[in-house]
């Protein structure tokens, strides 16, 4: 039976990689870091190379006899990026009358600064 990896989209170090994901395969594990010049990403427990369409055909070239390959998760993070849109002028007054508020109540800057951030992107 073939082994399958996952192809994930990763943020590693504020630039997209490419994350492959799966189970331990010596043969495999060879591949990726010499054939694909993959990094092992301790905090994402996962092989990863530079986003880019050169690396994607690379992936498939290299992979796509020795496993299976899994891309539902890469599609679909993919087509569900968003535009952020910018605040109006009546969402920018309540949110900085809230950031007041939690001024008012000595709350640490850190604290105001997350709170006001989730709020943003809601």
């Known amino acids: ?7 994930l989209n990763l943020r590693h170090r504020n630039v997209n990689h490419i994350g492959l994901q799966f189970a331990y395969h010596d043969g495999l594990k060879a591949v990726i870091k010499y054939e694909l ?11 990863y190379v530079l986003d880019t369409p050169e690396n994607l055909k690379r992936i498939y070239s290299v992979l796509a006899a020795l496993c299976t390959i899994d891309t539902s998760s890469y599609e679909a993070r993919q087509s569900s990026n968003k535009e952020t849109q ?20 000595r709350y640490s800057e850190s604290t105001i600064k997350t709170i006001s951030f989730s709020f943003q992107n809601l």
């Open 1 to 7: 039976m073939k082994p399958i990896i996952k192809l």
């Open 86 to 105: 910018p605040l109006t002028a009546t969402q920018r007054s309540v949110l900085n009358g809230y950031y007041q508020y939690l001024r008012g109540k």
């Open 37 to 47: 010049q993959a990094q092992w990403s301790q905090t994402h427990r996962v092989w």
